[in-house]
């Protein structure tokens, strides 16, 4: 490592301790639901635990409320209950370090207090099993954001697919779909366009009447994979006073990387997100992380770009960014592009408090 190096290392991370640092998806929740596993012991392996989220600065994470599907009627709405239960029995047993978080301000006086916020997300519509009671129950228990779909499509809305795109079933949203979005508005929540189909991000647009957000996907013109956004879609998003969350997955990020078909990611999701070397020994660089940061950049500008890395719910991350507490190693590289502090500041967590507050207001009209 040269000087110049050093020196950007040195002020990422302390831009860092500066800013709010804000990773609006991650699947630790899996982890948390292992009775044998502690979020305040330092782990050799997975991407989160509190002292890594300590050592990259880290002050707020998204931690995605999910379940495998298609799943059984109420399996889902269970599924569910248990997750945002433990994420909030873990924050009452760490009550010193994390604090639970559902608007802007949580997040702001978790940062004031020097404690990590934790926020939920739920990933996936099917989880409200086609009620809308359901979402208004995940939103009064601190859900910030819905991601429409997930892997495949509900029986509302179209998914993008993840390993390969998915044939239409709907074109798009169905009517009950857009009383999802609108509720969404209503209630404050983020409408979410991560997962969803083309044709289903263009009826979100259509109807919603509040920001969207893409917490965790990717620019398609630097990698053409169906989880990506085209720069139109990203403009689509800022146009809307959203943002676009940048995914970490190497899958999604780089188009050298081997395939991973359904099965081998079966295996490792069995295996509980243990080695990833059971998939590929390839490493995917920085450069093509930083890539897709600098595109999306570029195209929809620094108040509209933001992290969303997909940790603990991917296998393959790019080299020196293995887990949380390498965040300042992105910074750093963004740095030495040009970026200024005062743009990083956006992405590293100011354009999510922003939205947020927008969806909070939006909310307030339409109620």
Known sequence: MNNTEIEHVAAARQLHQRAIVIDTHCDTTMHLMDDHWDISAKHDTGHVDISKMRDGGVDAMFFAVWAPGPIEPGTGIEAARAQIKRIGETVQRHSD?????RTAEDIRNAHTS?????VIAIEGGYLIEDSLDILREYAAAGAAYLTLTHAFHTTWADSSGVHERLEPLHGGLTDFGREVVRELNRLGVMVDVSHVSDNTFRDVVETTAAPIIASHSSCRAVHDHCRNLSDDMMRTVAASGGVVQINFAAMFLDPDHPPI????????????GGDPGVLTDYVTPLTVLVDHFDHALQVIGPEH???GSDFDGVPLVPGQ??????L???TAALLARGYSEQDLELVLGANVLRVMEACRDAATVLS
């Not at 370090?97 to 978080?101: D, E, G, K, S, T």
């Open 328 to 330: 300042p190693n992105l």
């Open 321 to 326: 960014m293995e887990d949380c507490s390498k």
């Open 97 to 101: 370090l994390l604090v639970a978080a």
């Open 305 to 307: 770009v933001g992290i």
């Open 261 to 272: 078909d359904r099965t081998q990611m079966r295996r490792w999701w069995d295996r509980g």
């Open 114 to 118: 020097g404690r990590i916020a934790l």
